[in-house]
């Protein structure tokens, strides 16, 4: 639970970012590049 929690939150950060500079923030770490996949797939639902 605590896990998603984490998930979510950064999810939220990472559209911001995304949003503001419109490109990946390097360097990536490995849960990063996973809540980055999770962010893109909420996007593709977005849509």
């Known amino acids: 639970e605590e896990l998603q929690q984490i998930k979510t939150a950064w999810e939220s950060v990472e559209s911001q970012m995304y949003k503001k500079i ?3 923030v390097l360097p990536l770490t490995d ?3 996973e809540a980055l996949t ?3 797939i909420g ?3 977005q849509q």
């Open 38 to 40: 999770y962010d893109q």
């Open 31 to 33: 849960t990063q590049k």
């Open 43 to 45: 996007k593709l639902k």
């Open 22 to 24: 419109k490109a990946p």
